[in-house]
C-alpha cells in the first residue's frame, strides 16, 4: 500500500465531512485525487490545503467558489512577495 495515499472515505468519517466536499475541490482544482482500485485517494502532500479548505468550509461557510478565490489570491500574494523579494537582491546588488 502507497503509504503517501489517504482513503477519501476514511479522511471523511474521520474528520466528518461530506464526501461530496472533497469532489467539489477536486472539481475547482484545488485538490487531486487518485483512485487506485475502485478506491478514492488524496495525496498527502495534500492535506495541509485540504484541512484549510475543510476549516473555510465549514467554520466560516465559505463555499467552494469562494475557497477557489481565496486560494488564487493567496497565490498571486507568494508570487508578489517572491518577485519582491528578487527585487530587493538586485538593488543590494546594485548599491
Same mark, same amino acid.
Given at each position: 500500500? %502507497?503509504?503517501? /495515499?489517504?482513503?477519501?472515505?476514511?479522511?471523511?468519517?474521520?474528520?466528518?465531512?461530506?464526501?461530496?466536499?472533497?469532489? @467539489? /475541490?477536486?472539481?475547482?482544482?484545488?485538490? =487531486?485525487?487518485?483512485? #487506485?482500485?475502485?478506491?478514492?485517494?488524496?495525496?498527502?502532500?495534500?492535506?495541509?490545503?485540504?484541512? @484549510? &479548505? #475543510?476549516?473555510? &468550509? &465549514? *467554520?466560516?461557510?465559505? %463555499?467552494?467558489?469562494?475557497?477557489?478565490?481565496? @486560494?488564487? /489570491?493567496? *497565490?498571486?500574494?507568494?508570487?508578489? @512577495?517572491?518577485?519582491?523579494?528578487?527585487?530587493?537582491?538586485?538593488? =543590494?546588488?546594485? *548599491?
Amino acid at each position: 500500500m %502507497n503509504t503517501d /495515499l489517504i482513503i477519501i472515505r476514511e479522511y471523511c468519517i474521520q474528520n466528518q465531512i461530506e464526501p461530496e466536499l472533497i469532489i @467539489q /475541490l477536486e472539481n475547482e482544482g484545488l485538490i =487531486r485525487i487518485s483512485e #487506485v482500485d475502485n478506491e478514492r485517494y488524496i495525496h498527502v502532500s495534500e492535506l495541509k490545503h485540504l484541512d @484549510q &479548505y #475543510v476549516r473555510w &468550509y &465549514y *467554520d466560516l461557510s465559505i %463555499n467552494v467558489e469562494g475557497i477557489d478565490v481565496i @486560494q488564487n /489570491l493567496l *497565490d498571486k500574494m507568494d508570487e508578489m @512577495q517572491t518577485e519582491i523579494h528578487r527585487l530587493k537582491e538586485r538593488l =543590494r546588488l546594485i *548599491d
